[in-house]
């Protein structure tokens, strides 16, 4: 279990590490990824592995959901996904499986893999295509990268100006002056909230909102003094509601010593989901309406 | 020095005194200290003393203070100073249990968290069994060697067993073993009265058997010779054990070294004799644990460490220390 | 004071101790000889109940399995062979341990225990060490902690597996000397392993003569220790080698 600590730590350290720059060309069929690696392709790719649920919604959000032949386990929207076949991500990657499927490309993160993963991958005569997006215009990127690996590049195009308009096209914006506070894992398993460098920070900039967790980089367990102590105007809660007991917001309107805290008294608690509001995908944009609408009212 | 006449075993008043003292002004301090500073005239008002800082810390004191006690039980029981929770497999034992429990969905109606403490105090029960009558079956001395090597053995194939359940059951367990097995940081007063009831009865049992411990931890031929009923009262302790070790787990989750390396410290200072050990354990382990967890709470703020990051930097660095005095004090 | 009928220990599919019956009377000193693997010490185990055993063990007429352990230990005391110790007790922690059967209430530890820890550690000579530490003892003083524990115990029969191994000359007529007197009281009887035939010939009332888990001879010392027998079962000209030895002491 504190496996899991650790591999948290090292995602924020990723984050810190943040990205390759380079704007990735458009042209022909060799494309540069976000580890700034070429690969050239002799045609737009047929037969993707994509292995974070991010990459694979960005496929069917570009409508090649179809190139999919292979999917890393956690990969669940939309639902049509859930028939492509199934392989092994994260650090128990299996490459036989992947091989196996005959891909082209296969997309991955940066911390989804090792160099021997790579190599072998690259043996067998299959690219390996890093999409990393660690903020907005990274997702962006990414949008263009996977649009140009399969020869959708206008789609893509038009997918991140939607995207671009939804973001900014807000009636009313903050001042920066009232707070919001994400949590990322509820009390009883000790308070993660998810700090600047993240998607929720970003979005909660873009309405106007100060993360009262920007001093923290990442996702991180903090005190629970510390969350009353700052008292933030709003509460968002990530905690997935599994039908039994209090739901999230119940729960958390009814801590003990929460109970004068401003967003507690106002009632602005909020439980978002989980996927849309943490993955580097187009529905960052349903996350980010739907914190606005519970923020400003629809 | 009190124990010269030959008729008292056990700590003096006085130790006990000071015992009781320093271990309140440890409270205090950690009540008084935390990641967000009160001043000193709110402390009886401010909301984050009451409902948080203070049944915390009153979770970590009683937590520290059943695993020091379940661990210098152990040691003599088995007598072998490795033995403690964690060493043995109990608390992965007991972790199992409650992974099951929520897998299962065992609750008992209207206590939402007895279902997971039941279980798990049941799993760390029958993983002391099994342990120990495995290692019974290869080994009847019961060697140092033989205990720790299945105790290990068996709490790897505890956590294999947990990964496994993970795997195959829903997106909730996932969630739920992701942030550790629990954790002291959202402690409420039912956690603490739950945990001092536990404390209150389980330490009642064990220190009336200080005789027997003492009598186990010089050996169990020896025990027997003397008129110990040797199984019977290896039952009883076991149960005990098991049910505070499942109890801690199930609150604040798996914490290591606090039950391993408090009896031996104090064992260095004030002997084996286990009229003192256990009380002393009870109480040093309290205030060890109160003090790891304040550093955990205040050393990275406004972030927070797990505690058992602390408990084994401190522990190890205080074991080494008191293990080289005590052995330049025996040379000298 | 003790009845053995058809005594029988079995370990794996090899039998240790075949049959062995006898008897233990009042002021009584049983010697069990015989040489290694006769099965003197499984014998005693079985009676401090150690290890599982068929057949009867009746201790004044009752079978030993119906005492309470505590009630067992109030009558039997037994003195096991090699102790291994573990943790730092003091000398009269363990000596002290030895009143565990006779402590009465929750906190007593009354006058009359502390007497006969006192007494126990005089006779066996440990006063002086008391508060030190069982790591820090020789193997003759750990023999005596533990003697001295059996005699804190305060029994009627006195089991003992080699108690004077390690032990220095003087301490094994102390011992020795020790146990005799102790056996002279009314209602004590003592049974003991030894290696030491002198030993055996010069404090045994009577012996019990064991070879491969099965019963040479039973009775009166001087019968059961005879040439022919010792012969017989060490397959070597027991008495001459002894007369040899001690023909060199003389001056």
Redesign the interface.
């Known amino acids: 279990m504190k496996k899991n600590i650790i591999i948290v730590l090292l995602l924020c350290a990723l984050l810190l590490c943040g990205c390759g720059k380079n704007e990735p060309a458009q042209s022909g069929y060799t494309v540069t990824d976000m580890t700034d690696r070429v690969i050239s392709l002799d045609a737009p790719a047929t037969r993707i592995v994509a292995l974070s649920a991010s990459d694979c919604e960005i496929l069917f959000a570009l409508g090649a959901g179809d190139t999919l032949v292979g999917r890393g386990e956690y990969c669940d929207y939309p639902e049509a996904v859930e028939s492509v076949p199934s392989v092994q991500s994260g650090y128990e990657t299996n490459l036989e499986q992947i091989i196996g499927l005959e891909p082209q490309v296969v997309i991955m993160t940066k911390m989804g893999q090792t160099v021997e993963q790579v190599e072998a991958l690259s043996n067998a005569g299959i690219a390996v295509v890093v999409s990393d997006a660690q903020d907005i215009d990274g997702v962006y990127r990414s949008i263009a990268l996977i649009g140009s690996l399969v020869g959708k590049s206008a789609q893509a195009d038009a997918l991140c100006k939607s995207m671009k308009s939804s973001f900014e096209n807000i009636d009313s914006k903050g001042d920066g002056t009232e707070t919001i506070y994400f949590e990322v894992s509820p009390l009883e398993y000790g308070l993660w909230t998810a700090g600047s460098g993240t998607f929720m920070d970003e979005l909660a900039s873009l309405m106007g909102l100060k993360n009262a967790f920007s001093d923290v980089v990442g996702w991180a367990e903090i005190s629970q003094e510390q969350v009353i102590a700052r008292n933030p105007d709003y509460i968002v809660t990530i905690a997935m509601y599994y039908g039994e007991g209090a739901t999230p917001v119940d729960e958390i309107m009814a801590r003990a010593g929460w109970q004068d805290m401003t967003a507690i008294k106002n009632g602005k608690v909020f439980n978002a989901d989980s996927n849309e509001i943490s993955r580097p995908s187009p529905r960052l944009v349903n996350a980010f309406e739907s914190l606005y609408e519970f923020v400003y009212g629809a | 020095m009190e124990?010269?006449g030959?008729?008292?075993?056990g700590l003096s008043v006085l130790t006990y005194i000071a015992l009781s003292v320093f271990t309140l002004v440890t409270m205090l301090l950690c009540v008084c200290l935390?990641?967000?500073s009160v001043p000193p005239d709110e402390l009886l008002s401010s909301?984050?003393i009451?409902?948080?800082?203070l049944?915390r810390v009153l979770c970590v004191a009683l937590s520290g203070a059943s695993l020091s006690l379940c661990g210098a039980a152990m040691q003599?029981l088995l007598?072998?100073?490795l033995a403690d929770g964690s060493t043995l497999g109990v608390s992965s034992g007991a972790s199992l249990g409650a992974v099951l429990a929520i897998t299962l969905?065992i609750s008992i109606p209207s206590l939402?968290f007895a279902g997971t403490m039941v279980m798990a105090v049941l799993f760390a029960f029958l993983s002391l069994i099994i342990i120990l009558s495995l290692a019974y079956k290869l080994d009847c001395s019961l060697a140092t060697n033989t205990i720790i090597l299945i105790g290990i053995i068996f709490s790897m194939f505890a956590s294999s067993m947990i990964s496994l359940m993970m795997y195959f059951s829903?997106?909730?367990l996932r969630?739920?073993?992701?942030?550790?097995?629990?954790?002291l940081?959202?402690s409420?007063?039912t956690n603490a009265l739950v945990l001092l009831v536990t404390l209150a009865l389980c330490a009642a049992v064990i220190l009336?058997r200080a005789?027997e411990l003492?009598?186990f931890?010089?050996?169990e031929?020896?025990a027997?010779?003397?008129?110990?009923?040797?199984r019977r009262e290896r039952l009883i302790i076991l149960i005990a054990v098991s049910v505070l070790i499942g109890v801690c787990v199930s609150v604040g989750?798996t914490i290591a070294f606090v039950g391993l390396v408090i009896p031996h410290m104090v064992?260095l200072i004030l002997?084996?004799?286990h009229k003192k050990l256990l009380a002393a354990s009870m109480y040093c382990g309290a205030c060890f644990l109160m003090l790891a967890d304040l550093v955990a709470?205040v050393i990275v703020?406004?972030?927070?460490?797990?505690v058992?990051v602390v408990t084994s930097l401190i522990g190890a660095v205080v074991f080494v220390f008191i293990f080289f005095r005590s052995v330049r004090s025996r040379h000298a | 004071m003790l009845e053995v009928r058809n005594l029988t220990v079995r370990y794996g599919s090899s039998t240790i101790v075949n049959d062995v019956s006898f008897d233990v009377a009042r002021g009584e000193w049983l010697m069990l000889v015989g040489p290694n693997g006769a099965g003197k010490s499984t014998i005693v185990n079985a009676i401090s109940k150690g290890i599982p055993y068929t057949g009867t063990v009746l201790f004044e007429g009752k079978d030993i399995s119906v005492y309470k352990p505590i009630e067992l230990a109030r009558r039997i005391g037994v003195l096991a062979q090699g102790q291994r110790v573990g943790y730092s007790f003091t000398v009269g922690e363990v000596v002290r341990l030895g009143r565990y059967a006779h402590k009465k209430g929750f906190f007593s530890s009354g006058c009359d225990d502390d007497t006969s820890v006192r007494r126990a550690l005089e006779i066996t000579g440990l006063t002086e060490i008391e508060n030190q530490s069982l790591l820090t003892l020789s193997g003759g003083e750990l023999q005596r902690t533990f003697l001295a524990q059996v005699f804190a115990q305060n029994p009627q029969l006195l089991i003992l597996d080699e108690p004077t191994n390690h032990l220095d000359l003087v301490y094994q007529k102390q011992v020795f000397e020790l146990i005799c007197n102790w056996v002279k009281e009314p209602n004590r009887a003592v049974i003991s392993v030894v290696h030491d035939l002198d030993l055996a010939k010069c404090y045994g009332s009577q012996s019990l003569l064991l070879d491969r888990g099965r019963i040479v001879d039973l009775g009166k010392t001087e019968a059961v220790l005879s040439q022919d027998n010792l012969k017989k079962v060490y397959s070597m000209d027991v008495y001459g080698w002894m007369r040899e030895r001690l023909a060199r002491w003389s001056d």
């Open positions: 124990h010269k030959g008729k008292k075993e935390g990641s967000v909301s984050i009451l409902n948080v800082r049944p003599g007598k072998n100073p969905s939402p829903s997106d909730r969630d739920i073993t992701r942030w550790t097995m629990g954790t940081s959202g409420s007063y009336s005789s003492n009598a931890a010089i050996g031929d020896n027997r010779h003397i008129g110990v009923n040797v989750g064992r002997g084996p004799n709470r703020s406004p972030l927070e460490l797990p058992g």
